[in-house]
């Protein structure tokens, strides 16, 4: 079973501030996503990495970037955050096999729930 | 473009009773359909993984069937309990594209 962390775990801050969300995982798996969910609403993929130095834009725009320069460390940004970023955000990782389409299960962290003010 | 709906929203049954949640897609031409519970607050943690190949996964209480030409997925929770109360999710994956349903919330009366 994969271990995930992400921290921190709740963050309330103002409009305009600089946050990174923390994401690490201790399986060596290759494929890290970051997801945003609103209450009571489905997952929506706002990025995804195959590894060290990949970084691709998922199916919803953000206005986070992220980073993956070590393969157990998938950091989101968001460079002056507003209201409409308050959210929960989910980091997941699997191990991907090019060409093994498929096979990947996605494992999960505890989630960050951001509330910008 | 690929869309999940899973049916019910939400439910509630006596403990020890047996269940079925639904999830439907779209586009049938998917790499896998993977079932995830989620606790309130919390990450996701997957219980199933069904590869487009094959027809069902078992695990425990939990049995997922697979009909991709129809675009559906049935998961089977047997004997319930109050500790399977959480929101089920499906989700389904083709090209790095993975796309999630809302959820079913479940409650398990005791």
């Known amino acids: ?117 | 473009k690929q869309e999940v709906t899973q049916i019910p929203a939400a439910l509630s049954v006596p403990e020890g009773e047996n269940l079925v949640l639904n999830c439907s897609f779209t586009d049938s031409a998917i790499y896998n359909l993977q079932w995830f519970r989620q606790d309130p607050g919390k990450g996701l943690t997957s219980l199933l993984l069904i590869q487009s190949s094959q027809r069902e996964q078992t695990s425990g209480r939990l049995n997922a069937s697979l009909d991709k030409s129809s675009g559906r997925s049935t998961l089977y929770i047997a004997a319930s309990q109050p500790g399977d109360s959480a929101t089920y999710l499906c989700a389904v994956n083709r090209d790095d594209k993975i796309i999630f349903g809302k959820g079913t919330r479940l409650h398990i009366l005791p």
């Open chain 1, 1 to 117: 079973e994969a271990d995930i962390y992400q921290t921190p775990r709740y963050l309330v801050i103002g409009t305009g501030k600089k946050i990174t969300l923390e994401c690490s995982q201790t399986m060596g798996h290759d494929k890290m996503y970051w997801y945003q969910q609103d209450p009571g609403m489905e997952l929506h993929l706002i990025h995804y990495s195959y590894g060290v130095n990949s970084t691709e834009k998922g199916d919803l725009s953000s206005e986070s970037t992220v980073s993956r320069i070590r393969t157990e460390h998938f950091p989101l940004t968001l460079e002056s955050a507003r209201p409409s970023h308050t959210s929960q955000y989910l980091c997941a990782s699997s191990e991907w096999k090019q060409g093994a389409f498929g096979t990947d299960t996605q494992y999960f962290g505890p989630g960050t729930r951001l509330t910008v003010l």
